[in-house]
Structure formats: C-alpha cells, structure tokens
C-alpha cells in the first residue's frame, strides 16, 4: 500500500501563487506515476498534472498549462505543483494519486490511479 498526504492548501486571491505538496509513504518503489487531479464544486474530478516517478515527462491540463507546474523529489517521495497567477475557477479540492502503471502520459489519457490522497482545499477570491 501507498499512502498520500496533500498540504498547501488554502485561500489566495486572484493572481496569487499556493504550492501544493503530497508526501508519500509505503510501498513507493512500486510507484510508476504520479498526478493532480481537483474537483470543484457540483463538478466532476478533473486531472490536473502529472508526471513519472522519475520526475520525466510532464504533462497538463490545457487550463493550467502555462500556470502550473508540476515537480518531485524522489529523496523526500514527495511531489508538488507550484500554481501561479490563479483565478477563481482554480477554486477546488485538489487531489494527489498515484499509479503502479504507466508514467505520466498514462494518467493524462484517464489511465486508472491505485492510490488517492484525501485532498486539499485550494479557494481562489475574485
């Protein structure tokens, strides 16, 4: 099992910067990729970010692209996503997952995750 724990989160105005951490924990040699994913109110999940454990290849939402970016450290097994100039429709609860399979390419295309974190609320005020 693999364990995950978001932190970061919190309120920002609009055009702030938050850097959203997820630490992990247990069987992570079994890791292949890791991602962001966020749910905003009365939507559906949606993914975010993500890259291979090895910290290559990363790959974006087209609404964040240019905005945030995604990064690891595989001594501390823990990856980040740095969000720059955010606007209120960033405004969710923003989850961390892992997967055993694939690298980061795989989880864009909706490739299933084996692990989730419980989340961090991220608010944006216009």
């Known amino acids: 099992q693999v364990q995950l724990e978001e932190s970061g989160g919190g309120l920002v105005q609009a055009g702030g910067s938050l850097r959203l951490s997820c630490a992990a924990s247990?069987?992570?040699?079994?890791?292949?990729?890791m991602g962001w994913f966020r749910q905003a109110p009365g939507k559906e999940r949606e993914f975010v970010a993500s890259l291979s454990w090895s910290g290559i290849g990363t790959y974006y939402a087209d609404s964040v692209t240019g905005r945030f970016t995604i990064s690891s450290d595989n001594a501390k097994n823990t990856v980040y996503l740095q969000m720059n100039d955010l606007k209120p429709e960033d405004t969710a609860v923003y989850y961390c997952a892992a997967s055993n399979y694939g690298n980061g390419r795989h989880v864009k295309i909706g490739g299933d995750m084996d692990y989730w974190g419980k989340g961090t609320l991220v608010t944006v005020s216009s």
């Open positions: 247990g069987r992570t040699f079994s890791v292949s990729a």
